[in-house]
């Protein structure tokens, strides 16, 4: 492909002639080179150790498709990784489905798929399968993207929303609400003082520390759209019980708390795309605290709340002056396209 001569995203390179070709074999392939990819088939024929699988998809629509911190590329990639890890899986193989809109300019086009390489290098995955649709102009939003993935669960490994139990510990990864912060400040061009960047980060390899370490843990969840409040909703639901959150307890950025207070926002309910709940039996609630915090991405992890035998179904939160109020599910949108 000529990307002098063509310097955007064409009907062509959708078309499944030369020019989808030359899209494919110029630049995704040499970006997401592996031996499955190589063999050139309809999809991936790989082998498997006998066992328990987890199996995950997701679709990106991020707006804007470029924000602090990343882009909707590695967004993509780690937001499946991590779907995968809270199954309590080593993430193996995913597949990319691309869908272009006629006139993306092919810079941004190369600076998306190179993203979606490093943040699969990272994470110690491959790109096995995928596809690319290019649709007319004003028939999409510059790139929408599907990711899906497989990975293995490691023996003895349990890992469930429906298993948490009255007494357990409930831990934070680290600090609330960066990404969604992040897209709403980009998306209205909004300036504030101190760093407001996407938390957007796989997970797998904390999850694989955690797990392999001999502690138990019941849940992992990464609290995405709804945040931890609705995460936490969820899950309470699925087990049937109650839970308290310790409002002094909560890691946020002062940045990002000053932004929520101003405009408006809880923090409780706005998305994180590199975070990750555990919980934990509380004999063991340390040891995977600092397990966590050992890892890049968990350094401001703390204890938030616990599980508890009351009002099951319920989060509720006690406030920093002694009082407790109602964690409710999220209702309707926040802040719409954060991932």
Known sequence: MNAEKNNTILLDHGAGGKASHALFSEMILPLFSNEYLAMGDDGAVYSVPAGKMAFSTDSYVVDPIFFNGGNIGDLAVNGTVNDIAMCGAIPLYISVGL????????????????????????????????????????????????????GMIPEGVNVSGSRALPGDKIILSGTMADHGIAILTAREGLTFDG????????????????????????????????????????IAS?????????????????????????????????????????IVPEKQASKVLDLIKADTFGKNAAIIGEVTDQRPGKVFLETAIGGQRLVDMLTGEQLPRIC
């Open 99 to 150: 869908i272009i809109e006629e006139g993306l300019p092919i810079n941004d086009f190369q600076e998306i798929i190179t993203s979606m390489a490093t943040a699969a290098d990272r994470a110690g995955v491959k790109i096995v399968t995928g596809d690319t649709k290019v649709v007319p102009r004003g028939k999409a939003d510059k790139i929408f993207i599907n990711t899906s993935g497989v």
């Open 195 to 234: 760093d407001l960047k996407t938390d957007s980060a796989p997970l797998n390899h904390m999850v694989k520390t955690m797990l392999s370490s001999g502690c138990e843990v019941h849940v992992l969840r990464d609290p995405t759209r709804g945040g931890v409040g609705t995460t936490l909703n969820e």
């Open 238 to 278: 699925q087990s049937g019980v109650g839970m308290t959150l310790f409002e002094k307890d909560l890691p946020i950025k002062k940045p990002v708390n000053g932004v929520c207070e101003l405009l408006g926002f809880d923090p409780l309910y706005i998305a994180n795309e590199g975070k990750l709940l555990a």
